[in-house]
């Protein structure tokens, strides 16, 4: 049965994206939960990662890439990019956010959009890097090519329809780990029930001797991490990267976020299930180039018919 | 009351007076006839995120519908053609009707919710303009528009300096409308819904209408922008020339101007749209005189800054001067 197969395949691809924007959900749901804030600069935090991944990539050299010295060559990006993005994200809200913890929110936000925007201009900068991974950084504003170190082979065996390849495998085996990882944190560890504190009402917390500062701060760095993570299984996934991938990228994440209900971690995932379904089923049986439209509608009519999410709990409203 | 105090009075005379000292340099025109338009989209987003306290980051959307809907109603290639000043009108009115109806459902949302939701606005708006190539002629964007006529002179678009007295027109005709909005009973009820929504309710202000006249105004003074934008160009160019990056430009002049300031938002405009075609193209072409430019070097294009410097207005203004570079002055009005 073809048409079983294909609709399979769109299955396949859709919850795989749907892990690595998750990955970057989480991010925002984290921080929205702990200052109320949509933090903008997280998506292209997230394309910095990328860069960051390639760059090394370039320095350990562009040869031929198999078996474990590519597998190797995996972990060595996976944890740089994260613990990159998680000092970025944190140095962002040092600088950036922690001044302006009393002012309105409405600073808060526009300051969140200056950020974005400072790290869109680095990428492109990025991309003009005098490197080969870079094309000799003649053309920084163009897409980059991300070496397919995650072979395209099909597991399921060269005949069959539906593809099912390493680089699925790699999606999952890094995303699922991380989510119990990061659950565990925060439901078993003291840190995690500092977090859960502060967010729930941080004088309060601040008067039990938690120190605020520190676990906004953490926050940060965690979901930073996060995101590091999910730029270089992005980039193994899709082989291309680009400075202005971050505000696509950022959207749907936060377009998940806001379906799942903010706040809510388990909610960001389900959510970014769904936007990255949505994605390929769009792509596959609707027209590509309005597969964005589509996203985005569902955002706006998420946010005007129930703001709370799918899973989020009723927030009260005020005035 | 005086109709404009000393300082706005003052914007316009030398701004009047600005092109008797210019000759005809291309670069001064095309920097200002900029800055005109730049400065009704930066008035109507200050009632809206100035006033009123609501933040918008769609207006480049109302500017591109404005732009179109102008585009559709006077160009040749479509059976319309209701003139330059009839489109205006058209313009003004469809882009109230616009923020009309994104406000209706939208504006009961808390404050960065409204924000999302209008950025979410924008994207389907450039998909929307990009994929229907049937109506909105894709990329290409729809031209000729016509020009403006009084009686029988026609404003050709190779004078400048006309363009250039009609756009500050309208932007004086903006200033005075804003003024005396600010000033009116729904002025008030801004203000007041900006500083306390809840007391204002219980002083009878009813906050979704009063948010509506604002989002609405706003709307049509983007749409107004944005048609003259086209009529200037002779074309909407294509839909990518409104993009985030736009709605982000016209942030930046009322956080940068001051929010809430009419004044201020005149001046956000010079500095920011300034920056934007004046100082950056002009550094470019000394890059490119020095031969340190060409496309080798992405940090030798002063263009490739723009992100950058956008960024870190928005950051140290809002750390440093949150209030602007001109506040508005609560006892008088803004100043």
Not at chain 2, 134 to 158: C, D, H, M, Y
Not at chain 2, 181 to 208: F, T, V, Y
Request: with cysteine; aromatic share 10%.
């Amino acid at each position: 049965m073809e048409w079983v197969d294909f609709f399979l395949q769109q299955l396949i691809t859709g919850l795989s994206n749907g892990m690595i924007i998750a990955l970057i959900a989480i991010g925002y749901t984290m921080v929205y939960g702990i200052i109320e804030l949509i933090n903008f600069a997280h998506g292209d935090l997230f394309m910095l990662g990328a860069f960051l991944a390639l760059t090394l990539l370039g320095m350990l050299g562009l040869g031929d890439w198999s078996g474990a010295s590519a597998w190797a060559a995996v972990v060595i990006m996976l944890i740089a990019s994260a613990g990159f993005c998680g000092a970025l994200n944190w140095g962002i809200d040092r600088l950036a956010y922690k001044p302006l913890r009393s002012a309105s929110k409405l600073s808060l936000l526009v300051s969140a959009i200056g950020a974005s925007f400072i790290l869109v201009n680095l990428g492109l900068f990025w991309g003009g890097l005098p490197m080969d991974v870079f094309a000799g950084g003649v053309a920084a504003a163009a897409p980059k090519d991300f070496p397919a170190l995650v072979p395209n082979t099909n597991l399921l065996g060269e005949e069959s329809l539906v593809q099912f390849t390493p680089k699925d495998v790699l999606v999952w085996v890094v995303t699922v780990p991380l989510m119990i990882g990061l659950t565990w944190i925060v439901t078993r560890t003291r840190l995690g029930k500092a977090m859960r504190a502060t967010a729930q009402n941080p004088v309060a917390a601040r008067l039990m001797g938690i120190d605020t500062d520190r676990v906004i701060g953490a926050t940060f760095l965690i979901g930073g991490a996060l995101g590091g993570f999910a730029s270089v299984i992005y980039s193994l996934y899709n082989n291309t990267i680009s400075f202005q991938m971050g505000y696509r990228a950022g959207m749907d994440a936060f377009t998940a976020a806001v379906l799942g209900g903010i706040g809510s971690m388990p909610g960001a995932v389900a959510g970014a299930l769904v936007i990255g379904l949505v994605r390929s089923m769009s792509d596959a049986y609707l027209e590509t180039r309005w597969t964005n439209t589509i996203v985005f509608g569902i955002l706006v009519l998420i946010l005007i018919f129930r703001p709370s999410g799918l899973l989020g709990s009723r927030v009260k409203e005020k005035v | 009351m005086r109709l404009l105090p000393t300082p706005i009075l003052a914007y316009f005379a030398i701004m009047a007076a600005l092109p008797l000292f210019m000759g005809t340099s291309g670069l001064f025109y095309d920097a200002f006839q900029a800055i005109f338009v730049f400065s009704l989209v930066g008035l109507g987003l200050n009632v809206v995120t100035g006033f009123t306290g609501l933040l918008n980051l769609g207006m480049a959307a109302f500017m591109a519908i404005g732009a179109y809907t102008f585009a559709i109603l006077t160009s040749d290639i479509y059976p319309f053609q209701i003139g330059f000043w009839w489109g205006i009108v058209a313009t003004v009115v469809i882009g109230a009707v616009a923020g009309f109806l994104l406000g209706a459902p939208t504006l009961g949302l808390s404050g960065d919710y409204l924000a999302i939701v209008t950025m979410g606005f924008g994207e389907i708006t450039l998909d929307v303009l990009k994929n229907l190539d049937a109506v909105t002629k894709g990329t290409q964007g729809i031209n000729p528009l016509p020009r403006p006529t009084f009686g029988s002179w026609t404003l050709e678009l190779q004078q400048e300096r006309g363009w250039y007295w009609l756009l500050l027109g309208f932007v004086l005709l903006a200033v005075l409308a804003v003024r005396r909005l600010e000033r009116s009973r729904s002025g008030r009820a801004w203000l007041s819904i900006r500083e306390d929504a809840l007391a204002s309710q219980c002083m009878g202000i009813p906050p979704k209408r009063t948010k509506m006249i604002a989002f609405s105004t706003g709307s049509a003074l983007a749409a107004l922008g944005g048609a003259l934008f086209a009529a200037l160009l002779s074309s909407t160019g294509e839909p990518a020339s409104y993009d985030f990056q736009v709605s982000i430009l016209a942030l930046c002049i009322v956080i940068v101007g001051g929010m809430g300031s009419v004044a201020g938002t005149l001046v956000g405009a010079v500095v920011m749209v300034g920056m934007n075609s004046l100082v950056l193209v002009k550094l470019a072409d000394w890059a490119g005189a020095a031969g340190v430019g060409g496309a080798s070097n992405v940090l030798a294009s002063p263009n490739n800054w723009k992100y950058l410097i956008f960024g870190l207005a928005l950051i140290l203004v809002v750390r440093l001067k949150p209030d602007g570079l001109l506040p508005p002055r609560l006892e008088g009005g803004s100043g």
